[in-house]
């Protein structure tokens, strides 16, 4: 058996962020850790994006930035600016890269690779190979029981072209011109260059496609639109849209990542709530050498959320008109508070005054009945 002052399930994303910030506050001088990955070795496999509110420590990895993006529907577009807040691009490769290297540095970091949790118990992980015991333990693994009633699902591929096709200033962060059948869907546009872009089919619905399928909607896109160029690299995933339950969480064993409920389920971003996170999680480590689980989001977020998710399920058709009169009604800072997770009490009210009333008084509704019914039935 091998011991460990603090051990991370799952080196992505959260894993990799939160050893980072461990290292970099200095919580690793006189502690060891071990990350401990399923995967044989990393490669580019995502891009992560976020409004940028001048906090990024991860500049070597940004793939591109905008300060513009649009958002189209019924053949109209707008196009808001995002100058104070740019939206970024993060290359997962780079940043695998730089996360890795720097780690590295640390004899007392172990990067534990091809490794499969059998069972975690209390303080003990079992793998195939080995016993591993620690004090604290970071998990960012769901359990495959663990199921979603929807999910954002998207395939993406990088299109080179030898034509200068794209507008290279600004993203188009939805293209509501397409099928909605099943479940909420547009295209999702980061031109890296004039001739380098990487487009993207979404989803918002209860089940995901099989790859061929996306493809298909992606080859269409293209046609449409006159699009023609070399694929130089793919994307696909799936976002589970849910809160999970952190009752089996313990101030000594801790979920992270989006089964630590980081993901904000209304819109799938979840870089920057892990980075917040992270770094309250090693300044807490660092200071008392004992953590009282972070606030991951308000409850006003959540609640909101879970109302928004209920009138995709039941009125996905509508949502496209909804999304781009949002925009359209108000600031591209209002916007992109609400959708950060800094959004003000006045700013709120007005995103909820540009909905539509009828619609989401029949949602909170349903969901207040739900809520209701659950808590009686605990």
């Given at each position: 058996?091998?011991?460990?002052?603090?051990?991370?399930?799952?080196?992505?994303l959260?894993?990799?962020?939160?050893?980072?910030?461990?290292?970099?506050?200095?919580?690793?001088?006189?502690?060891?850790?071990?990350?401990?990955e399923?995967?044989?070795?990393?490669?580019?496999?995502?891009?992560w994006?976020?409004?940028?509110?001048?906090?990024?420590?991860?500049?070597?990895?940004?793939?591109?930035?905008?300060?513009?993006?649009?958002?189209?529907?019924?053949?109209?577009?707008?196009?808001?600016?995002?100058?104070?807040?740019?939206?970024?691009?993060?290359?997962?490769q780079?940043?695998?890269?730089?996360?890795?290297?720097?780690?590295?540095?640390?004899?007392?970091?172990?990067?534990?690779?091809?490794?499969?949790?059998?069972?975690?118990?209390?303080?003990?992980?079992t793998?195939?190979?080995?016993?591993?015991?620690?004090?604290?333990?970071?998990?960012?693994?769901?359990?495959?029981?663990?199921?979603?009633?929807?999910?954002?699902?998207?395939?993406?591929?990088?299109?080179?072209?030898?034509?200068?096709?794209f507008?290279?200033?600004?993203?188009?962060?939805?293209?509501?011109?397409?099928?909605?059948?099943?479940?909420?869907?547009?295209?999702?546009?980061?031109?890296?260059?004039?001739?380098?872009?990487?487009?993207?089919?979404?989803?918002?619905?209860?089940?995901i496609?099989?790859?061929?399928?996306?493809?298909?909607?992606?080859?269409?896109?293209?046609?449409?639109?006159?699009?023609?160029?070399?694929?130089?690299?793919?994307?696909?995933?799936?976002?589970?849209?849910?809160?999970?339950?952190?009752?089996?969480?313990?101030?000594?064993?801790?979920?992270?990542?989006?089964?630590?409920?980081?993901?904000?389920?209304?819109?799938?971003?979840?870089?920057?709530?892990?980075q917040?996170?992270?770094?309250?999680?090693?300044?807490?480590?660092?200071?008392?050498?004992?953590?009282?689980?972070?606030?991951?989001?308000?409850?006003?977020?959540?609640?909101?959320?879970?109302?928004?998710?209920?009138?995709?399920?039941?009125?996905?058709?509508?949502?496209?008109?909804?999304?781009?009169?949002?925009?359209?009604?108000?600031?591209?800072?209002?916007?992109?508070?609400?959708?950060?997770?800094?959004?003000?009490?006045?700013?709120?009210?007005?995103?909820?005054?540009?909905?539509?009333?009828?619609?989401?008084?029949?949602?909170?509704?349903?969901?207040?009945?739900k809520?209701?019914?659950?808590?009686?039935?605990?």
């Open positions: 058996m091998k011991e460990f002052d603090y051990i991370i399930l799952g080196g992505g959260s894993g990799l962020s939160l050893a980072y910030e461990l290292n970099r506050q200095g919580c690793l001088k006189n502690n060891t850790l071990a990350i401990l399923k995967r044989k070795k990393y490669q580019k496999d995502k891009m994006s976020y409004w940028d509110f001048n906090n990024n420590k991860f500049k070597s990895c940004i793939e591109k930035s905008w300060n513009f993006f649009d958002i189209t529907y019924n053949q109209q577009s707008i196009s808001l600016s995002c100058l104070r807040s740019p939206y970024r691009s993060i290359n997962s780079k940043f695998y890269k730089f996360i890795i290297n720097n780690l590295n540095k640390n004899k007392n970091i172990h990067l534990i690779k091809n490794t499969k949790i059998l069972s975690v118990k209390k303080n003990i992980i793998t195939p190979n080995q016993t591993y015991k620690t004090k604290y333990i970071f998990d960012s693994l769901i359990a495959k029981k663990e199921k979603s009633k929807m999910y954002q699902h998207f395939y993406g591929c990088e299109i080179e072209s030898k034509k200068n096709i507008n290279s200033a600004s993203v188009q962060l939805m293209d509501f011109d397409c099928e909605q059948n099943n479940g909420l869907h547009f295209f999702y546009v980061l031109p890296f260059s004039k001739k380098r872009a990487l487009i993207e089919t979404t989803w918002y619905s209860k089940k496609k099989e790859k061929y399928k996306y493809k298909e909607e992606i080859s269409r896109y293209l046609l449409k639109r006159k699009i023609s160029g070399k694929i130089k690299y793919e994307e696909i995933g799936a976002i589970p849209l849910r809160h999970f339950p952190l009752n089996d969480s313990s101030l000594n064993h801790i979920k992270i990542g989006t089964a630590g409920n980081m993901t904000r389920i209304s819109t799938g971003y979840t870089f920057q709530a892990i917040a996170f992270s770094e309250n999680l090693a300044k807490q480590l660092k200071l008392s050498g004992t953590i009282n689980l972070p606030l991951i989001r308000s409850f006003k977020y959540k609640f909101l959320d879970q109302i928004l998710l209920s009138v995709i399920e039941r009125n996905h058709k509508v949502m496209p008109k909804i999304f781009f009169h949002l925009f359209r009604n108000n600031t591209s800072k209002t916007v992109i508070n609400f959708l950060s997770d800094r959004s003000s009490f006045i700013e709120d009210l007005k995103i909820i005054i540009s909905m539509p009333k009828l619609i989401f008084l029949q949602n909170f509704f349903i969901f207040l009945y809520s209701i019914v659950k808590t009686i039935n605990k």
